[in-house]
């Protein structure tokens, strides 16, 4: 039987991607080295790789073509060529929802039936897109929503560069060649990695869709405008920092190990102070400024003065702020929201200790799209990694 606390694996594909049998390549979330070793398998000749990556990467990722035809500057013949080969494939919208605050929720249909969500928050002078990495999730951290699904398979590069695609698609974001609104103010500035599923267990595609989105010709989200949140996979922090340099998040929760066991399982893998070890070098390695640790608010659980001072005491010499998450309640919940007092109290422990300590306003309730609450509205099993990789196109 699979151990349920561990990651679900997939064969790192090859260079180039080969065609699949009865079908074309999906061009979405390739590397620029992956893309140019397929095009000149392709029969792209190999002078031109360099040129033809270029402008394809343009068309895809800056005005958001999904159309070879449209790519008006290689030839006819060229494009023919593309067209017989590749697609330019996202996942499938299922079902928007529009909170009464502006929230979207996006039910996501991928390969094989699965269902994931992505959210979009509209904030002023910023717009946040929560994303999956993972359908469903393996850690069955008590308090969510998500770890009640059984995860079953992690996605594709493709499949999380998807999700910033077709929310720029719903919001009318992709520029128009010459208009005046190609320099516009972004409505998708930041990006987290704090929908369904633990991005650390699917390292390699996360890697590689964060390459694609951070590209300054293409998306180009900064490394600083992208925020990968963990539970605590300590053997991938240091590869995070090195590998993708983005800002990291991590779900606390609890200022014991008795209580973090309950909360987040994966702290009896790797404890409090095991994982604290390790989040002390993130910010050198990564050259970011601080780390967000996250800490969800549960009426009598985590939530009193003691655990506010211990906390502070805990990450004494990290750069951090603390994001205060109010519980946000789903069917069948255990656990019930604390006081807004107490929350407040809570807070002000850790500012006056010299924190940045907000307090987060919960978004998209009505919709079951605030932090925590995303959950597949169908579900299925696990299967055979060999059915896994075939349902993605491995």
């Not at 359908?135 to 951290?141: D, I, N």
């Not at 240091?238 to 994966?266: N, Q, W, Y």
């Not at 919709?367 to 060999?386: N, V």
Request: with cysteine; proline share 5%.
């Amino acid at each position: 039987m699979t151990d349920a606390s561990a990651p679900i694996t997939q064969d790192v594909m090859t260079i180039p991607r080969k065609l699949p049998e009865g079908g074309k390549i999906n061009l979405v979330g390739l590397t620029r080295d992956q893309l140019r070793a397929t095009l000149i398998e392709a029969g792209t000749p190999e002078k031109q790789a360099k040129m033809r990556l270029g402008q394809i990467w343009q068309w895809i990722y800056h005005w958001g073509v999904r159309d070879f035809d449209a790519m008006t500057n290689l030839s006819k013949d060229y494009r023919a060529l593309l067209d017989e080969k590749f697609e330019i494939a996202l996942p499938e919208v299922v079902t928007k929802q529009v909170s009464m605050d502006g929230t979207r929720k996006y039910l996501l249909r991928i390969k094989g039936g699965h269902e994931v969500e992505a959210v979009y928050i509209p904030e002023e002078n910023r717009g946040t897109l929560c994303i999956s990495s993972q359908v469903g999730c393996t850690l069955t951290c008590s308090f969510c929503h998500t770890g009640t699904q059984k995860l079953v398979r992690n996605l594709t590069p493709g499949e999380i560069v998807g999700q910033v695609m077709l929310a720029r698609d719903d919001l009318g974001e992709w520029p128009e060649q010459g208009a005046p609104n190609e320099n516009a103010p972004r409505l998708v500035s930041n990006v987290v990695l704090m929908g369904m599923g633990e991005p650390l267990y699917n390292f390699d595609n996360v890697r590689d869709a964060m390459q694609v989105v951070m590209d300054g010709e293409g998306i180009s989200l900064s490394r600083r405008r992208i925020t990968l949140s963990t539970s605590g996979v300590v053997p991938e922090i240091a590869k995070t920092a090195e590998e993708i340099g983005c800002l990291l998040a991590v779900s606390f929760h609890a200022t014991t190990d008795e209580v973090r066991d309950k909360l987040v399982p994966i702290n009896k893998r790797w404890n409090i102070e095991t994982l604290l070890n390790t989040l002390r070098d993130y910010p050198r390695l990564s050259n970011s400024e601080r780390i967000t640790f996250e800490y969800v608010m549960l009426k009598d659980v985590n939530d009193t003065d003691e655990d506010a001072r211990r906390l502070v005491k805990l990450i004494r010499g990290i750069p951090a702020k603390i994001n205060l998450i109010p519980f946000n309640e789903w069917p069948g919940s255990p656990y019930t929201r604390s006081d807004w007092e107490r929350i407040e109290n809570f807070a002000d422990i850790i500012y006056k200790a010299g924190y940045a300590s907000p307090i987060r306003t919960p978004r998209g309730e009505d919709i079951m799209a605030a932090c925590g609450q995303l959950k597949s509205e169908t579900e299925r099993g696990r299967k055979s990694r060999k059915d896994i990789a075939a349902e993605a196109g491995l």
